[in-house]
């Protein structure tokens, strides 16, 4: 049984930084894609950041590339997501999201394992 739980989470001032951790626990096999997502009050699950386990592929969606950095501790069995430069729009509750399949899209339909999600609040 694959479970995520995220940490890391918590408030910080526009222009600061935070690193959400998701701690990997059963296995996903070798072509999987962990992922991380975020959701504010009133809007959709969006799609934030992936990586693909199979190779060295990740992948970011526009509104936080060259801010934002996943990564992973193997040994830790841990995925991290630096955020940096963080702004009053990245305001959101961020989730570890998991799949085995490969198919490494930031949808949520792709992805069948979930974390609880840990809230990020930037104020200015």
């Known amino acids: 049984q694959v479970q995520l739980v995220e940490s890391g989470g918590g408030s910080v001032q526009a222009g600061g930084s935070l690193r959400l951790s998701c701690a990997v626990s059963g296995n996903l096999g070798r072509s999987s894609c962990i992922a991380w997502f975020r959701q504010a009050p009133g809007k959709e699950r969006e799609g934030v950041a992936a990586?693909?386990?199979?190779?060295?592929?990740?992948y970011y969606t526009d509104s936080v590339k060259g801010r934002f950095t996943i990564s992973q501790d193997v040994t830790r069995k841990t995925d991290y997501l630096q955020m940096d430069s963080l702004r009053l729009e990245d305001t959101a509750m961020y989730y570890c999201?998991?799949?085995?399949?490969?198919?490494?899209?930031?949808?949520?339909?792709?992805?069948?394992?979930w974390g609880q999600g840990t809230q990020v609040t930037v104020s200015s």
């Open positions: 999201a998991a799949t085995r399949a490969g198919d490494c899209r930031l949808l949520p339909a792709n992805y069948q394992y």
């Open positions: 990586r693909y386990s199979g190779g060295k592929g990740k």
